[in-house]
């Protein structure tokens, strides 16, 4: 996958040389560490003779969206249950509509019910809901995508110095570590609060090449501001790149906070990993419309 060159003022000034690969055009749909992530896990549905595919995500899920049309694509039936039981009473939005337009049966939990979805009591539930059904956890993370995500970094990669990737479930950066040199710095940017991550990262990986930039945030999962999404319009005036606001926007926001405080040496050589989720964009608009803040360009 194709590494773009990101020319920023901030970047000349710190020394330091940034690339971003550009996962997000892997797929037109199943796009970033989503395709790396299914990649395996579908294989497996297949080859494991299982009736489907069962999935969990949130409203605008870029897992449910991928997952959605990767199982259309593949010919799997998919089910996926969905955080928040209010949203049955509503209209779909773009994301669930477009799953549901797809194949995918949608099934609305509580919030209480989806918060302990990985519990044995509730594995069991889906098990005899969908029998027969690959249950993939939220956000698609198990070995299964940790070794798809680990074939994100290529030989010619390893030629930088620090691996910058955005952070959700884990399974993304878990791959790339398993994936990185030696040499090697992975570096990853939690789109949650809390550096909770760190435990999880730790039952994939074996190699201490890695740490947490917990600061980038914005208040949480799918939280944003003002700034936030001006930084992205920023960005995409001034490179032509699209960044989602939930992940890559964030972490790109951070690499240059951090370039600008003189956190990488002179001389470093940095690829940041785009991780798609633009789909999320639109749904992202209603909501700053309704707050006031100019919405993404």
């Known amino acids: 996958m194709q590494n773009d060159r990101i020319h920023l003022e901030v970047f000349t000034k710190a020394g330091i040389e940034v690339f971003l690969k550009r996962e997000d055009l892997i797929h037109p749909e199943v796009s970033g560490n989503k395709y790396r992530k299914l990649k395996y896990n579908l294989k497996a549905v297949q080859e494991g003779n299982y009736s489907g595919l069962l999935t969990f995500g949130g409203a605008y899920s870029n897992h449910i969206a991928a997952a959605a049309f990767a199982c259309y694509e593949a010919g799997i039936p998919c089910a996926g249950v969905i955080r928040g039981e209010e949203l049955k009473s509503k209209p779909l939005n773009e994301t669930l509509s477009r799953a549901k337009d797809l194949g995918m049966q949608l099934v609305f939990a509580d919030r209480e019910t989806y918060r302990l979805k990985a519990t044995e009591k509730m594995q069991l539930r889906w098990k005899e809901a969908w029998p027969g059904y690959f249950i993939l956890p939220e956000g698609g993370c198990n070995d299964l995508a940790v070794a798809g995500c680990a074939e994100i970094l290529e030989a010619d990669d390893a030629k930088f110095h620090v691996i910058c990737t955005p952070a959700g479930t884990?399974?993304?950066?878990?791959?790339?570590?398993?994936?990185?040199?030696?040499?090697?710095?992975?570096?990853?940017?939690?789109?949650?609060?809390?550096?909770?991550?760190?435990?999880?990262?730790?039952?994939?990986?074996?190699?201490?090449?890695?740490?947490?930039?917990?600061?980038?945030?914005?208040?949480?999962?799918?939280?944003?501001?003002?700034?936030?999404?001006?930084?992205?319009?920023?960005?995409?005036?001034?490179?032509?790149?699209?960044?989602?606001?939930?992940?890559?926007?964030?972490?790109?926001?951070?690499?240059?906070?951090?370039?600008?405080?003189?956190?990488?040496?002179?001389?470093?050589?940095v690829l940041a990993i785009h991780t798609g989720g633009l789909q999320g964009i639109k749904g992202m608009n209603t909501f700053l419309r309704q707050k006031n803040i100019p919405p993404i360009q």
């Open 170 to 269: 884990g399974g993304t950066m878990a791959g790339l570590i398993c994936g990185s040199d030696p040499g090697q710095r992975v570096l990853g940017f939690p789109a949650l609060k809390g550096d909770f991550l760190k435990s999880e990262i730790a039952k994939f990986v074996e190699k201490s090449n890695w740490d947490l930039v917990t600061r980038f945030h914005f208040g949480g999962y799918a939280k944003v501001n003002e700034e936030l999404i001006t930084f992205i319009n920023f960005f995409k005036q001034e490179t032509g790149i699209a960044l989602d606001p939930v992940y890559t926007g964030k972490m790109m926001f951070g690499i240059v906070r951090l370039a600008g405080e003189g956190f990488f040496e002179p001389g470093t050589r």
